[in-house]
């Protein structure tokens, strides 16, 4: 439960998103179109003195001012209460959207095309927040004069945001825009989850040790003595890994062979710094102990794992490759062999937060069934 | 002229009846309470035995209700309604269950629980 509970009783989980959009953008009537309830308005009353505070001192001055919030419900099953807060408008409530975005899942930001302007205010808190929206041009009576592209253009908006057009006013049009946000936060939800994991998971799995506990690391070690598999460069799995950057189009990439301890040899690698300039080693070698870096983790999982932020972890944002190289994402499949050992990963690391996609895990899973392969027909074993 | 029976006051003049009223003096609340932490009566005290600003915040809360439901229902400002709540919660009157500041908002599992309930809606 992620209620924090001071009794037993199950409460129902609050689910929170917010209606962004410029004063007379059509907030509080989006709200009161979806909403189970009638239209609710919250105030906050604030004072300069108490800013971003739960004091009412000195309620009264001259600097006191009430914030109305607009807020509806709606009752999805038994376990799932949603609550739309339509954010206040005017800039002076800045402080507030703090509060308001803390814990929201998404923000539908409302465009009044007659002011597009209005809502730069809203596009760049939620940016600049990470909190994930989508744009809903309000179609007031005779003022829709721009198509989604135009709007897309006008507000510099990113490819992956979407834009639809509703009518704030209508339950159905209003409610297919809560459905496209909700759409778009699970497409926008970490890889890691399309591929059946949750943070939730990993952090459960891995919680009290630094590397993930490794009971087959004999086993592996046996498999790859079987297999022939040595810690030595071979530029047949360095050719595959220039093949991964070409691919993923990530900065670094190897193939990973990971023995008895944990400890990571590269057999193949790629990116700045792997090669040996003028006789002199290379600036990032082939060798890295086990606590470095995220490939034990699918090794363990025996999973491919794919992390678009490696700071959105609490359990890898401390990983030591993260200060020593700068590494902000990372995707991995596992290597496994015919009698099921995990032997190693192929791998790909960025120096940028990297937005993954399906694709890029189906071509790294089939890049690791050709590296098992090679290293089997090398070993006389296919 | 101004009409002689209406007090001669504008916005400026604030609200005639201070918030703080409503919650005895006192201006902040001593429990922590977000807009979404939900609270309801655990039937222990009777609304009778308790102040009635006090009584009339427990009859909205027969079943789980957020603060933010509270205060509009009430049209009292929701830091008014906290201050309330953390009395009735100090005499036992009522349980409350805060949100978790650091849910996971991409939880996989919640979000078709949105996307199924919104479905049905339509």
Same mark, same amino acid.
């Given at each position: 439960?992620?209620?924090?509970?001071?009794?037993?009783?199950?409460?129902?989980?609050?689910?929170?998103?917010?209606?962004?959009?410029?004063?007379?953008?059509?907030?509080?009537? %989006?709200?009161?179109?979806?909403?189970?309830?009638?239209?609710?308005?919250?105030?906050?009353?604030?004072?300069?003195?108490?800013?971003?505070?739960? +004091?009412?001192?000195?309620?009264?001055?001259?600097?006191?001012?009430?914030?109305?919030?607009?807020?509806?419900?709606?009752?999805?099953?038994?376990?799932?209460?949603?609550?739309?807060?339509?954010?206040?408008?005017? +800039?002076?409530? *800045? %402080?507030?959207?703090?509060?308001?975005?803390?814990?929201?899942?998404?923000?539908?930001?409302?465009?009044?095309?007659?002011?597009?302007?209005?809502?730069?205010?809203?596009?760049?808190?939620?940016?600049?927040?990470?909190?994930?929206?989508?744009?809903?041009?309000?179609?007031?009576?005779?003022?829709?004069?721009?198509?989604? +592209?135009?709007?897309?253009?006008?507000?510099?908006?990113?490819?992956?945001?979407?834009?639809?057009?509703?009518?704030?006013?209508?339950?159905?049009?209003?409610?297919?825009?809560?459905?496209?946000?909700?759409?778009?936060?699970?497409?926008?939800?970490?890889?890691?989850?399309?591929?059946?994991?949750?943070?939730?998971?990993?952090?459960?799995? %891995?919680?009290?040790?630094?590397?993930?506990?490794?009971?087959?690391?004999?086993?592996? #070690?046996?498999?790859?003595?079987?297999?022939?598999?040595?810690?030595?460069?071979?530029?047949?799995?360095?050719?595959?890994?220039?093949?991964?950057?070409?691919?993923?189009? #990530?900065? *670094?990439?190897?193939?990973?062979?990971?023995?008895?301890?944990?400890?990571?040899?590269?057999?193949?690698?790629?990116?700045?710094?792997?090669?040996?300039?003028?006789?002199?080693?290379?600036?990032?070698?082939?060798?890295?102990?086990?606590?470095?870096?995220?490939?034990?983790?699918?090794?363990?999982?025996?999973?491919?794992?794919?992390?678009?932020?490696?700071?959105?972890?609490?359990?890898?944002?401390?990983?030591?490759?993260?200060?020593?190289?700068?590494?902000?994402?990372?995707?991995?499949?596992?290597?496994?062999?015919?009698?099921?050992?995990?032997?190693?990963?192929? *791998?790909?690391?960025?120096?940028?937060?990297?937005? *993954?996609?399906?694709?890029?895990?189906? #071509?790294?899973?089939?890049?690791?069934?050709?590296?098992?392969?090679?290293?089997?027909?090398?070993?006389?074993?296919? | 002229?101004?009409?002689?029976?209406?007090?001669?006051?504008?916005?400026?003049?604030?609200?005639?009846?201070?918030?703080?009223?409503?919650?005895?003096?006192?201006?902040?609340?001593?429990?922590?309470?977000?807009?979404?932490?939900?609270?309801?009566?655990?039937?222990?005290?009777?609304?009778?035995?308790?102040?009635?600003?006090?009584?009339?915040?427990?009859?909205?809360?027969?079943?789980?209700?957020?603060?933010?439901?509270?205060?509009?229902?009430?049209?009292?400002?929701?830091?008014?309604?906290?201050?309330?709540?953390?009395?009735?919660?100090?005499?036992?009157?009522?349980?409350?269950?805060?949100?978790?500041?650091?849910?996971?908002?991409?939880?996989?599992?919640?979000?078709?629980?949105?996307?199924?309930?919104?479905?049905?809606?339509?």
């Amino acid at each position: 439960m992620a209620y924090s509970a001071d009794s037993d009783r199950l409460a129902p989980l609050p689910i929170k998103l917010l209606v962004a959009g410029g004063f007379g953008a059509g907030k509080t009537t %989006f709200v009161g179109a979806v909403s189970e309830i009638e239209p609710l308005t919250t105030e906050e009353t604030i004072t300069t003195a108490s800013i971003g505070t739960d +004091d009412l001192t000195g309620v009264g001055d001259k600097q006191t001012t009430t914030v109305a919030l607009d807020f509806g419900r709606i009752t999805l099953d038994e376990r799932h209460v949603l609550y739309l807060f339509g954010t206040p408008g005017q +800039d002076r409530f *800045w %402080f507030m959207w703090n509060e308001l975005a803390q814990g929201a899942y998404g923000a539908v930001v409302l465009a009044d095309t007659r002011r597009l302007g209005d809502c730069f205010p809203s596009l760049d808190f939620f940016e600049r927040r990470g909190t994930p929206f989508i744009v809903a041009v309000n179609e007031f009576d005779g003022s829709y004069d721009y198509g989604p +592209d135009e709007v897309r253009e006008a507000l510099d908006l990113k490819a992956e945001v979407p834009i639809v057009v509703c009518d704030a006013r209508d339950t159905r049009s209003a409610t297919e825009t809560l459905l496209t946000l909700t759409q778009h936060l699970i497409s926008a939800a970490p890889t890691a989850v399309k591929l059946g994991v949750t943070m939730t998971d990993l952090e459960t799995e %891995f919680r009290l040790t630094v590397t993930p506990d490794d009971p087959d690391g004999s086993r592996r #070690a046996a498999r790859l003595a079987a297999l022939g598999a040595l810690p030595e460069a071979d530029p047949e799995y360095d050719d595959i890994a220039e093949q991964i950057l070409q691919v993923t189009g #990530a900065t *670094w990439a190897g193939v990973n062979f990971v023995g008895e301890n944990q400890d990571q040899f590269f057999p193949g690698i790629a990116g700045p710094g792997t090669r040996s300039v003028d006789g002199a080693d290379p600036e990032i070698g082939r060798e890295m102990p086990g606590d470095h870096g995220y490939c034990v983790y699918v090794v363990a999982r025996e999973k491919a794992m794919a992390l678009n932020n490696v700071m959105d972890y609490a359990r890898f944002a401390g990983n030591p490759v993260v200060d020593a190289l700068g590494i902000r994402a990372y995707i991995g499949a596992p290597l496994v062999d015919t009698e099921g050992a995990t032997v190693g990963t192929v *791998w790909a690391i960025d120096n940028k937060t990297h937005h *993954w996609g399906q694709p890029d895990v189906d #071509a790294m899973k089939e890049i690791a069934a050709t590296v098992m392969l090679r290293i089997r027909q090398k070993a006389g074993q296919a | 002229m101004a009409d002689a029976e209406r007090p001669l006051i504008d916005e400026d003049a604030g609200p005639l009846v201070r918030p703080y009223m409503a919650s005895g003096g006192r201006t902040a609340p001593t429990a922590s309470f977000d807009l979404l932490t939900l609270v309801w009566s655990t039937g222990r005290v009777g609304r009778l035995a308790i102040e009635p600003e006090l009584g009339e915040v427990l009859l909205l809360c027969r079943e789980p209700v957020s603060v933010a439901e509270v205060a509009a229902q009430l049209r009292l400002p929701a830091i008014v309604v906290k201050v309330l709540l953390s009395d009735l919660l100090e005499l036992g009157a009522v349980a409350v269950l805060s949100p978790d500041p650091d849910v996971d908002t991409t939880d996989r599992s919640v979000l078709e629980a949105l996307l199924d309930g919104l479905q049905r809606r339509l």
